[in-house]
């Protein structure tokens, strides 16, 4: 089984920054894309930052240049660097990972979703 475990939300003003993290943990044989999503009640779930196994970035236009997604291979973690934080930036910060697992004699890839963690900025 596995689980995406995220920490780090909170309160913060306007101009703020948090970082979020998030650990893969289970009987993982290989990790490959991970991510953050956001939403807001009536909404859908939105794309904040991706990352590739290699490194390679992407991010929501409305973000750039203020967050920066990382991650540690070696402890199946993602970050997400969150700095000059806004109102609207306020929402359920979901992780997101694309994990492949050896189960009996076979492999299986799927995508997995941590529980959220709320972000809230206001002053």
């Known amino acids: 089984q596995v689980q995406l475990v995220e920490s780090g939300g909170g309160l913060v003003q306007p101009g703020g920054s948090l970082r979020l993290s998030c650990a893969a943990s289970?009987?993982?044989?290989?990790?490959?894309?991970m991510g953050w999503y956001h939403q807001t009640p009536g909404k859908q779930r939105e794309l904040v930052a991706t990352?590739?196994?290699?490194?390679?970035?992407r991010y929501a236009d409305s973000v750039k240049g203020r967050f920066t997604i990382s991650r540690d291979n070696a402890k199946n973690t993602v970050y997400l660097q969150m700095n000059s934080l806004r109102p609207d930036d306020t929402a359920v910060y979901h992780c997101?990972?694309?994990?492949?697992?050896?189960?009996?004699?076979?492999?299986?890839?799927?995508?997995?979703w941590g529980q959220g963690t709320q972000v809230t900025v206001s002053s």
């Open positions: 289970g009987t993982i044989y290989s990790v490959y894309g």
């Open positions: 997101n990972a694309d994990i492949e697992v050896f189960r009996g004699s076979t492999y299986f890839r799927s995508d997995y």
């Open positions: 990352i590739s196994s290699s490194g390679r970035t």
